[in-house]
């Protein structure tokens, strides 16, 4: 190592020193000690860095006081800053898993804070003095939408869908269609709940064709459930055949057996009337008389992450007098959230309009293409000529295994920027703050309106114009 090296080695500062200069004009007052030693520390080591292995040693001004204070009030900021972020989402995929699938009204809000930052009668009953059913809050309303007898809820589907195969089948038989063995992502599959809950999967007909003979030929003393589950988020298309729910139930009846149904993405809207694909509703379930139906609360439904089980009221209370409720309970933001989440279904037309899941998957078409006309125009303006804007005509997704089949028309802006790489535009959108969640098709960064809030063009527009301002990132 050269001479000059050696010397600035020797002249790095330890962390007393580095605290003095904080502590002289109170830089450091807002920083935890747990945070500033180690952010001092990173400081100190990057400096070091720099001076052994960067081809041109660093200029004296990196010793300065300025700088060192500078350089340890941004790594603790970065140590200190939330990581779960507010995201921009512009996928255009409503229900996105990784991006926390459903958004909540600002009712829905104001109830969660009012609720969570209070005591409240979680589990008390007022009327009667005394402990009360932390479920109680929503299941009227759930049987009052749904036509169900009695209701319970979980943490979310797969919870559901655990608690009621422990309950109605341990140790016996399920039998289910071989086209209903489904993944949803995160690892949830079919097989693997069955056993977890001590079920015995029978699994019948074949990947594209089963048949009420199928159910019936299973059917044997072990047997204890009829599974049908919605294969939400796949469909098997050409030759194919299905036992309809009603005939499934009408096999369970005749034996003597329950039926249940995991609906998955669970809707209590017909969306066939918003000119959407036809997706089987909760009502319809259970009128097809349906023991048992599960679906989640935060995907078709837009609420609160929750597993929501309706049906028969024998079944029902088997299913609350569980052990595993209480591993699977929802907590009271939750509670508090999807009562006011279904408050709004009592009105269909508030609902589609409050609830931003309904809303954006029935978002009108000229609706999404003025946001698109808009935000190209507001682009375009940016100075330096460098970014290129293009109008398409590409579809959305409903997305979190939810209407599989269905290509929601929208309007996306296709952007390149000139000397810029799409894959490095798409890291500089997903690094700004907030991030901006986007995807790449044909070597363009894709925009899709439909799934962005308000104030989120505004957002756009300043990443796409410091990105101009701050030069070429890589290619
Ligand atoms: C999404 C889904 C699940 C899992 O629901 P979560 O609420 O994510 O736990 C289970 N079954 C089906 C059919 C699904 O679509």
Known sequence: MDENRQAQLKQLPGVDRILEF???????DH????????AIRSAIDALRAQIIESDVPPDSS???????VAEVKKQAGQT???????????????????LGRSLLSPVVMGNLA??????????????AGRRGSRYSA????????????????????????????????????VI????????IGGSYRIPDVMAKSGAILKEVGTTNRTHPRDYENAIGERTGLLLKVHTSNYSIVGFTAAVSLPDLVSIGRRHGLPVMEDLGSGTLVDFSKYGLIKEPTVQESL????????????????????GIILGGRRHIDRIKANSLTRALRIDKMTLAALEATLQLYRDEPQAMQQIPTLRMLTLPLPVIQGRAAELKSRLERIPGARLKVELLDISSKAGGGSLPMLDLPSRCLGVTVDGTSVNAVERWMRSSNPPIIGRIENDQFIVDPRTLQEEELDIIEKAFADMLAVGTHGR
């Open 22 to 28: 904080g502590a002289d004009e109170g830089h450091f």
């Open 176 to 183: 289910v269609s071989r086209g209903e063995l489904v993944e």
């Open 287 to 306: 009128a097809a008389g349906v023991d048992v139906v599960t679906f989640s609360g935060d995907k078709l439904l837009g609420g609160p992450q929750a």
């Open 80 to 98: 200190m800053a939330l990581k779960l972020r507010r995201t921009v989402n512009a996928t255009g995929v409503v229900v996105h898993t990784n």
């Open 31 to 38: 920083i935890p000690k747990s945070v500033l030693i180690p």
């Open 62 to 68: 990196c010793f300065s006081r300025i700088t060192l």
């Open 114 to 127: 009012a609720i969570s930052s209070r005591y409240s009668n979680l589990e008390f009953d007022l009327k």
């Open 138 to 173: 929503v299941e009227g309303i759930l049987c009052e939408l749904s036509g169900a007898q009695a209701a319970m809820i979980v943490n979310n589907n797969a919870a559901a869908t655990l608690l009621c195969l422990d309950t109605l089948a341990t140790g016996q038989e």
